[in-house]
């Protein structure tokens, strides 16, 4: 196999192996397994740039991409990288399983793991699936995505991206703007960037803040200038209209018009700053189409990145490398 030598580009020390069998969240990776994950998508970016973009390191494994919530960018993603990687892939969408029968997301997943599949990729509105799937699973299981829980291949893609721009994370100013009750997407940021280094704040409208803010590490605001002043990088997060039971805002309208991305906002900001959105976005809601397609937005950079993070993650966990026993 010709995967290419990994570089230790923050000089922390070096660890060959995740510490565990799958990967559920954030919260749960270490530092320096953080930044082995990001030193191997650097490696498996490399793969995706060559005439042929495919390496041997996963052949004769199987992964099933198992997606009970919409998603284009995470499930094509997961696919391009476990083709690139040579896996026999297969996906199954709620409505194509026997759940749209009434069976069980345990028993579907029981029956799929008597078929010996060695990954099993999930997407589901219920925070905690992957755990359950984890305890019952013999498979690795990752997160593509649990309910407001985490999210955590996004935010490993995100903090590449960063890096790749800024060279470093520690030590940035990170103000991340939106939907905060609601998202996944920021939990596993806030631990990812707390971890590495990074200076967050987040703001919001107060019916959107984070639950129980104070015991993350972050600074928080609803005055989008104090956020968004002085910042290295801007993260802005979707409102979660389907995720809301009763009036959270007044009006999209509103909101744009009080926490929306503007060029005139920008200029708050660090002169070279990025703008990052997870997608799917709101134009005219959480970000205005020039700032969008503006010459600051790495949104486009996010996507190209998920595919080396997720091979990287792929290939660490059922790989070459055999993992670590927790410590
Ligand atoms: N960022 C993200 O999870 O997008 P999808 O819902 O399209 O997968």
Same mark, same amino acid.
């Given at each position: 196999m010709s995967l290419p030598v990994i570089p230790?580009?923050?000089?922390t020390p070096v660890v060959? =192996?995740?510490?565990?069998? !799958?990967?559920?969240?954030?919260?749960?990776?270490?530092p320096d397994e953080i930044s082995l994950i990001l030193d191997t998508a650097e490696a498996m970016k490399e793969i995706g740039l060559?005439?042929?973009?495919?390496?041997?390191?996963?052949?004769g494994k199987t992964v099933v991409n198992l997606f009970f919530e919409a998603s284009t960018r995470t499930r094509t993603s997961f696919e391009i990288a476990e083709k690139r990687l040579s896996a026999d892939t297969l996906n199954i969408a709620a409505v194509s399983s026997s759940v749209a029968k009434g069976e069980s997301l345990a028993d579907t997943t029981l029956n799929l793991e008597a078929m010996q599949p060695d990954m099993i990729v999930l997407r589901h509105s219920s925070s905690g699936a992957c755990h359950l799937l984890s305890r019952l699973c013999r498979s690795a299981i990752i997160n593509a995505g649990d309910g407001m829980h985490e999210h955590p291949t996004q935010a490993l893609l995100d903090a590449f991206t960063i890096r790749e721009r800024?060279?470093?994370?520690?030590g940035l100013k990170v103000a991340i703007v939106g !939907?905060?009750?609601?998202s996944r997407v920021l939990r596993s940021n806030i631990y990812l960037l707390t971890k590495m280094g990074a200076d967050v704040w987040v703001c919001g409208p107060p019916t959107l803040m984070l639950t129980d #803010?104070?015991? +993350?590490g972050v600074h928080a605001t609803s005055t989008i200038d104090e956020a968004i002043a002085d910042s290295d990088v801007i993260m802005l997060l979707r409102i979660q209209l389907e995720r809301m039971?009763?009036? +959270?805002?007044?009006s999209l309208r509103e909101y744009f018009n009080v926490f929306g991305m503007t060029e005139a906002r920008l200029?708050? =900001?660090?002169?070279n700053v990025i703008v990052m959105h997870p997608g799917p976005m709101n134009r005219g809601v959480e970000i205005a189409s020039e700032v969008a397609d503006g010459?600051?937005? #790495?949104i486009h950079d996010q996507v190209a990145n998920g595919v080396a993070v997720r091979m990287a993650v792929l290939y660490l966990l059922v790989g070459g490398v055999k993992h670590e026993t927790a410590a």
């Open positions: 230790n580009v923050n000089e060959t =192996a995740l510490r565990r069998k !799958d990967l559920l969240s954030i919260a749960d990776l270490a060559r005439p042929i973009k495919k390496v041997p390191a996963l052949r800024k060279k470093r994370l520690a !939907d905060l009750l609601h #803010v104070a015991r +993350f039971e009763g009036a +959270f805002l007044p200029r708050l =900001a660090r002169p010459p600051y937005s #790495v």
